[in-house]
DNA sequence: AAACCTATGTCAGCATGCTGACATGCAGCA
DNA sequence: TGCTGCATGTCAGCATGCTGACATAGGTTT
């Protein structure tokens, strides 16, 4: 275990190869709408979570909050959510999808679950449990170390 | 099925948590060998399979031939790996890591093995092999209805 | 009240990676 | 021979996402 090894026998690597793969089929089936992934992502995320602001977004769509601006831009510009010209309270700008947005989001929705069944049609129910759960598990271990890094 | 659903159900969305979290780690492990990701990947499959042109080591590392481009210009600037001025065959150009570049994939190496340890500590073996089968199953299933959209 | 800390939005600059396009070398076929 | 198809390298332009920096709003501490 001190060296990498063989890569195809590496988590990490296959982790990453599943990973690429799903984003070339979202971005394959996203393309139609004329979405990103991370145009979907937002759009699916503020579907079920409304109101939130830009950087609570960026945490749950793994980008920065500065990304995430030009994100959110353009999808007001296309009329698909809308934010309020002036904070109700702090600096945090709420974020809502407008029904142009929730109808488009139905359909993204839609292309990226038949991705996502395409994906897992060869695992079995509890196949697909432990996956969720092992993936989960990787992502908390990986996150509980991430050191401060505060000098002393 | 017929839409995405709760997000933290969802195993697509478990993927991306994943990677995001491992891409992360393995910046921070690489960043004191002053190396990305990209130029890490590169030198690991260049150091188990010598003499592959830029357009195979693009296709194993899931980036462009044009990307990788950038990637092989900077790894030569620094020593790492050499190609020859000219095509000994064909167009392709084969790489190899110099001495610098090996030692230095060594030490890469061990800081992302070490990060790959971090994250499959809780589970065990078994497990493990089951996460890497499912994973390269997801990777395959997407890969194989890559439509070439050919028109009728 | 004043100082501090945190979170948020925003601007600027830059790095990375992509698409599109073109030329080249080689194999296969008419 | 010439033509076609394919893989490779390379150039240009562009989109995305990042870091760094700053101002502002609110809460906490002193």
Redesign the pocket.
């Known amino acids: 275990m001190q060296q990498v090894g063989d890569l195809d026998a590496s988590i990490g690597y296959a982790m990453k190869e599943a990973a690429s793969a799903l984003r070339s089929a979202m971005?394959d089936a996203l393309r139609p709408l004329d979405l990103?992934?991370?145009?979907y992502s937002s759009l699916e995320v503020l579907g079920q979570q409304p109101g939130l602001?830009?950087?609570?977004?960026?945490?749950r769509t793994?980008?920065?909050?500065?990304?995430?601006?030009?994100?959110?831009t353009?999808l007001a510009a296309r009329g698909l959510l809308s934010?309020p010209d002036a904070?109700p309270?702090?600096?945090?700008?709420?974020?809502e999808l407008t029904p142009a947005g929730r109808d488009l989001l139905r359909q993204a929705s839609r292309a990226v679950a038949g991705v996502e069944h395409r994906m897992l049609e060869h695992l079995s129910a509890e196949d697909q449990h432990r996956l969720h759960s092992d993936l989960a598990r990787c992502a908390e271990a990986l996150r509980s170390r991430r050191a401060p890094s505060r000098p002393v």
């Open positions: 971005e990103s992934v991370s145009q602001s830009a950087a609570q977004l960026a945490r793994f980008v920065t909050r500065q990304s995430m601006q030009g994100v959110l353009g934010r904070a309270q702090g600096r945090a700008l709420p974020t």
